[in-house]
């Protein structure tokens, strides 16, 4: 019995935090260790008991720890989701200019890996939150800002940063002014009678990049690429990828996959046939200089919002559609985003969609084995953001009514946002069967992003796979260290950067063998930014570097910046 999984590494929804307080999902021999009590099933009044680990007690809002208290610095308590909402306000805070800076001497710490030397790592995320003394909707809304770290030596690397500029960009720095509509709910001043029946919005450029032949581009899923000067990160403007964006297709995905088996990038454009009710899709393939490879067309009928994210296999694309539809009269009325205008229907199960390779894959791809697609019905109740775990962005509500003074209302409070879980879906290409279990070794896990070796992604034997970590206690929370999952065998290895300090997505890159052979996929260096906090309030960020192979000992290398950089998205490493 022929069956397809979804990715190497396991697919993410959201679901509410659990009632029972015993574990649920897999064995728990698995564990790596014993589980730690729930954070409401302990007592905050025996926190000073000796030897007692430390948390939170039932009722306490999260995030309601002072940035003044004792208890952020206790390592005893990692693990346990305590933190300030104080610290975490300034993740979606205005970052203070454009930087370009040599970093040495004691701005890097340890030795910075071989494989690094000569690359270039690139990360993209919003950066810009306000217009005119205005404060934009959501922080999706964003301006995007894009990182670039050049490794010279074991000792040495430089930085740089930049806007995307752009021509909506440029047009708003001009007025210093609120000029288009974003995707959550920024809009220009007077209310509906200036935004009504305005359907062009904002190419952000803000969440991803995408460097291949040459080329840098910054990606936005509801717009068309950007490109970037690969070492000045200057914007040079808007591109069709040669025409294929071309006439009503108008968005290119914004997480394209580089195919191991094939050494070719993949991606997709896709239009919305609002009469059918379907997304009309196309995945092309390109070799390393741009040259078409492949293309294959595919409808999503039904499908009212295109999906996030997909997932590449030797044989198939891999979609997960989510239950959505589009409320689109607040929207055309100039009262709401798009983003806001999107109908979560969790009573109806999501749909697997294996779109077979035209020429790929080890039995010649669907040219030649005259393999079918398959729509398949998932779970119900969820919603997969990523092929990487999330929830439904839109959701997330402003926050207010803490203790103490936050840096803005845009970082979203969790207490409003259920908890992010690795899953791992299993689906028979021939019965159109899915069935999802939590990942081994996750079922108390809230973790965010996860990524596997970039040399084992979409193959079966991957068994490691590598996140960003908020805590072990099943609750939704900000991301305060890493996390390898062995998901083979359930273990996991822990890095926590402490209770001030803030992870974002990891970034991988392969190691080498003595015979230039990837090895086994732990073999990796594992990227991530991070921001610590002290109690003057604004943080200070870095990159760090870790061992795939052991993550729980702590950073190899760490690149100390001046200032803090707002909590970005995702990124990609360039090899020397």
């Not at 509410?16 to 064995?27: D, H, K, T, Y």
């Not at 302990?42 to 030897?51: I, Q």
Request: charged content about 25%; glycine content about 12%.
């Amino acid at each position: 019995m022929t069956a397809a999984r979804a990715a190497a590494s396991a697919l993410g929804a959201k679901t509410e935090i659990p009632a029972p307080r015993r574990p649920v999902g897999l064995s728990r021999a698995v564990r790596a260790r014993p589980r730690r009590a729930l954070a409401e099933d302990r007592d905050v009044s025996k926190l000073s008991s000796p030897g007692r680990p430390r948390t939170l007690g039932w009722g306490r809002k999260r995030g309601s720890v002072g940035p003044d208290e004792d208890l952020l610095a206790d390592p005893d308590t990692h693990g346990y989701c305590v933190y300030s909402h104080a610290d975490w306000s300034y993740a979606y805070k205005s970052v203070a200019g454009e930087f370009d800076s040599i970093r040495d001497g004691g701005d890097v710490v340890g030795t910075i890996p071989d494989e690094l030397i000569g690359g270039v790592l690139y990360r993209n995320g919003p950066g810009l939150f306000e217009r005119g003394g205005r404060e934009y909707n959501h922080m999706l809304d964003g301006d995007g800002y894009v990182l670039r770290f050049e490794f010279s030596d074991a000792k040495t690397a430089r930085f740089a940063s930049r806007f995307v500029r752009t021509k909506e960009f440029r047009a708003e720095e001009e007025a210093d002014d609120v000029l288009y509509r974003g995707t959550f709910g920024t809009m220009r001043a007077g209310g509906p009678l200036r935004n009504a029946l305005d359907l062009h919005q904002k190419n952000l450029a803000n969440t991803n990049i995408l460097a291949w032949g040459g080329k840098v581009y910054a990606l936005y899923e509801a717009g068309r690429p950007v490109e970037l000067d690969p070492k000045t990160l200057e914007t040079v403007g808007e591109v069709d990828l040669n025409g294929r964006l071309s006439g009503g297709m108008f968005a290119f995905t914004a997480h394209p996959h580089v195919d191991p088996n094939t050494g070719r990038v993949v991606g997709w454009g896709w239009t919305s046939a609002v009469a059918k009710r379907s997304v009309e899709a196309t995945f092309w393939e390109w070799d390393k200089n741009w040259g078409e490879v492949a293309s294959t067309e595919y409808s999503m009928s039904g499908c009212e919002a295109a999906p996030h994210d997909f997932a590449v296999t030797e044989s198939w694309y891999v979609m997960i559609q989510n239950c959505l539809r589009v409320d689109p009269l607040l929207y055309l009325a100039g009262v709401k985003g798009a983003g806001e205008c999107l109908v979560s229907q969790p009573e109806d199960p999501v749909t697997v969609h294996l779109i077979p390779r035209r020429d790929a894959g080890f039995d010649g791809g669907a040219d030649k084995s005259g393999r079918a697609a398959v729509a398949a019905a998932g779970p119900r109740e969820s919603f997969e953001i990523h092929l990487e775990p999330g929830s439904f962005l839109g959701e997330w509500s402003q926050s207010a009514g803490w203790d103490f003074d936050i840096a803005t209302s845009l970082s979203p409070d969790f207490n409003n946002i259920p908890r992010t879980l690795l899953w791992r879906y299993r689906i028979n290409a021939r019965t159109g069967t899915v069935f999802r279990e939590p990942a081994p070794g996750c079922e108390d896990l809230c973790i965010d992003h996860p990524h596997v070796n970039p040399m084992f992604e979409g193959r079966r034997e991957c068994r490691y796979v590598y996140a960003s970590i908020s805590n072990e206690v099943r609750c939704s929370g900000p991301p305060l260290g890493y996390v390898r999952i062995d998901v083979a065998t359930g273990k996991t290895q822990r890095w926590w950067a402490g209770n001030r300090t803030f992870c974002e997505e990891v970034v991988l890159v392969p190691k080498k063998g003595s015979d230039g052979s990837p090895g086994s996929d732990d073999r990796c260096w594992v990227l991530g930014m991070c921001v610590a906090h002290d109690a003057e309030g604004a943080g200070r960020s870095s990159l760090v570097v870790l061992d795939g192979e052991d993550l729980g000992k702590g950073p190899v290398a760490r690149v100390w910046l001046d200032n803090q950089i707002p909590h970005g998205l995702h990124g990609m490493f360039v090899p020397a």
